[in-house]
C-alpha cells in the first residue's frame, strides 16, 4: 500500500486548505482511511477518519464543524477540507490506512502511513 498526501502550505488564520491523499496498492475488501496531525514537540493525534463499510466520518473534538474528511467515488483519493484555520492547526499532516471496519484513533492502528504534508498557519 502506498499513500500520498499533498496540499499543505502557508496560510493566515481564518483561512482554508484541501490536503489530498492518493492511495493504490490496497487490497482491503473494508479499510479506513485517516488523517492524523503532529505539531512540534507533540505526539501525533487523530484528526479525521472515513470508514469504507459504510462511509461514516469520524472527527476529533477540536476540529468538528472546521475539518470535512471525504473520497472519492473510485476509493483512489481521500481528502481533507480544512476551513477556518487556526495556528493550532500548525501541523505536519499524515493520511493512514488499515484494513477492517473497526474505527481506529491511535496511531498505532494504522499499518500504512504517507509522507506527511506540512499545513503552517498564521496569526
Known amino acids: 500500500v502506498q499513500l500520498q498526501a499533498c496540499g499543505g502550505g502557508l496560510v493566515q488564520a481564518g483561512g482554508s486548505l484541501r490536503l489530498s491523499c492518493a492511495a493504490s496498492g490496497r487490497t482491503f475488501s473494508s479499510y479506513v482511511m485517516a488523517w492524523f496531525r503532529q505539531a512540534p514537540g507533540k505526539e501525533r493525534e487523530f484528526v479525521a477518519a472515513i470508514r469504507s463499510s459504510d462511509s461514516n466520518s469520524y472527527y476529533a473534538d477540536s476540529v468538528k464543524g472546521r475539518f470535512t474528511i471525504s473520497e472519492n467515488n473510485a476509493r483512489t483519493m481521500v481528502y481533507l477540507q480544512i476551513d477556518s484555520l487556526k495556528p493550532e492547526d500548525t501541523a505536519v499532516y499524515y493520511c493512514?490506512?488499515?484494513?477492517?471496519?473497526?474505527?481506529?484513533?491511535?496511531?498505532?492502528?494504522?499499518?500504512?502511513w504517507g509522507q506527511g504534508t506540512q499545513v503552517t498557519v498564521s496569526s
Open positions: 493512514a490506512t488499515r484494513g477492517g471496519s473497526v474505527m481506529g484513533y491511535s496511531p498505532g492502528r494504522y499499518n500504512y
